[in-house]
């Protein structure tokens, strides 16, 4: 479980002065185990922020957030995370960009090698092996950035706007791929997204957060049976949710 | 991709053959006594490699100053350029001694460092390491300056230590980089090779040009100045080779 108590984040420092930010205040949020939680708010409103904290990537002024109990103070084994621009290594091929974390964690070749190929097949690249990332279209690039961070078997799974530069009909395949595979192992998810409706597709809460500094407006349940089908698209319940975040969304966007 | 080469591989041809006719052409309806014609030219480049012994013996001895002093300006400037691309301290540091080599003719600076370290070996190897080192140290800072923010973010995300940023991220995403400046280094350090033999301390190639051009041969000179050209292009074609097995990731960023 992560819980996370009156975490406040402060850019350019206190002594800084005038050119300080805040960039999130006091937020509180609990994601329960095997939970898929999308954050969602304006842009600049410090979900990313909220991301890379959570990861260990970088420090926080107030409050305290822990995994399972313990206090959160780098990065973890517990934790891998899949970047909005993918972070492949351009001179690695798939295989050892899927490698990556096992190796730095100290896996043995022949081990991780095996892991990567099985999640490089998992994710639907098994012809894909030695291609480069350049030879890749963008949604293949996010599988291969997927199954790198699958591949060290974490807990939790900090998705930062992964299909956020995707055309729509690939995001949507990947929405749909990363869903089976959400079903077929169930990690505990924070997935941050900008569209509405990937925010009530896929997860089983939504927190929509406030315009800077960033703040829990709200956590909206999402009540929508698993698994998710594209049908439940037209449902009204759907739709209602929808609806709702952008009648909350439309509202602070006019600042 | 072979078409394409083919084509250019044959517009080169064809002004190398322009150049070439237009040289022999103007030389032979001219009075010019010192110009060579091209065909003299090549007969001297034969002279050199095949009759005139001499030639070996020189080019042994300035190789001798070029790739000592290569070696040396890659082991001093690389890793400064790796330090003063990813510790801000170091590149404080470093930023107006760097500056100032940049700007600073090195030329007049040869009869210093002959005064101070004799006419021997040591004062050649030290010129080249003056002409080339400052251009491989900006181009690596520059390659790890340009290494992707998120992919060191993406290896600290995984646990990775300062290491193994450095092994696995750092150096790898500088390669294309490092490789240009090694390759700018090698033409500068080549400079640096003949012009302190042609100025100073006269050995090796320098000696063999200024003797040529004391005895007025003039095709003698042109060849030996294509001599040292060739090697040129011989050792950056290497480096190339080289490069494309290490760094065939990255688009050619090279200049010259």
Same mark, same amino acid.
């Given at each position: ?255 | ?57 020189? !080019? ?32 404080? !540091? ?48 520059? @390659? ?47 400079? @640096? ?64």
């Amino acid at each position: 479980m992560i819980r996370v108590r009156g975490l406040s984040k402060q850019f350019g420092g206190v002594d800084h002065g005038n050119g300080s930010v805040l960039a999130l205040s006091e937020i509180d949020l609990e994601v329960r185990d095997n939970e898929f939680i999308t954050v969602i708010g304006p842009s600049g409103c410090g979900k990313t922020t909220l991301l890379r904290i959570i990861a260990g990537l970088i420090p926080y002024d107030r409050g305290e957030i822990t995994i399972d109990g313990k206090p959160v103070t780098g990065p973890g084994p517990d934790r891998a995370v899949v970047f909005q621009n993918f972070a492949l290594m351009p001179w690695a091929d798939v295989l050892a960009n899927v490698t990556f974390g096992l190796e730095i964690r100290g896996t043995p070749k022949d081990e991780s090698q095996a892991k990567a190929k099985e999640l490089i097949k998992l994710v639907g690249l098994e012809n894909f092996e030695k291609r480069l990332p350049k030879e890749l279209s963008g949604g293949m690039q996010q599988r291969v950035g997927l199954a790198r961070a699958l591949a060290v078997n974490p807990k939790i799974l900090l998705m930062d706007e992964p299909f956020g530069s995707l055309d729509e009909q690939t995001r949507r395949l990947l929405q749909e791929q990363l869903l089976r595979l959400w079903e077929h192992e169930r990690k505990t998810v924070v997935f941050i997204t900008h569209s509405m409706d990937e925010a009530v597709m896929l997860g089983d809460r939504v927190m929509l957060m406030t315009p800077r500094p960033g703040r829990v407006k709200e956590m909206i349940d999402v009540p929508l049976k698993r698994p998710r089908l594209r049908e439940l698209e037209k449902s009204s319940a759907f739709l209602e949710v929808k609806e709702y975040l952008w009648e909350n969304l439309r509202v602070m966007q006019v600042e | 991709m072979k078409n394409d080469a083919l084509q250019d591989w044959g517009l080169r041809l064809v002004v190398f053959a322009a150049v070439v006719g237009a040289w022999e052409l103007f030389l032979s309806r001219s009075q010019n006594f010192l110009l060579p014609k091209f065909t003299e030219m090549v007969s001297g480049l034969f002279q050199l490699w095949f009759v005139d012994n001499r030639f070996w013996e020189a !080019l042994y001895i300035s190789n001798q100053a070029l790739l000592l002093g290569y070696a040396v300006s890659l082991a001093v400037a690389i890793p400064l350029g790796l330090a003063a691309g990813r510790l801000r301290w170091m590149d404080r !540091l470093l930023n107006p001694y760097v500056g100032v080599l940049l700007a600073m003719p090195v030329a007049p600076l040869i009869p210093i460092v002959i005064i101070a370290l004799g006419l021997g070996l040591s004062s050649r190897v030290f010129i080249v390491v003056l002409f080339a080192f400052v251009f491989i140290t900006v181009n690596t800072r520059a @390659g790890v300056r340009a290494v992707d923010p998120s992919l060191i973010e993406m290896a600290k995300s995984f646990g990775a230590s300062e290491g193994q940023i450095w092994r696995r991220i750092v150096i790898p995403g500088a390669m294309p980089a490092i490789f240009a400046g090694m390759r700018i280094g090698l033409g500068r350090a080549i400079t @640096g090779m003949v012009m302190v033999e042609l100025l100073l301390v006269a050995s090796g190639l320098g000696r063999l040009l200024l003797e040529f051009s004391g005895r007025m041969q003039s095709d003698l000179v042109f060849a030996t100045v294509i001599a040292v050209i060739i090697e040129a292009l011989a050792l950056l074609a290497a480096m190339r080779a080289i490069e494309r097995r290490i760094a065939r990731w990255a688009p050619d960023i090279s200049v010259g």
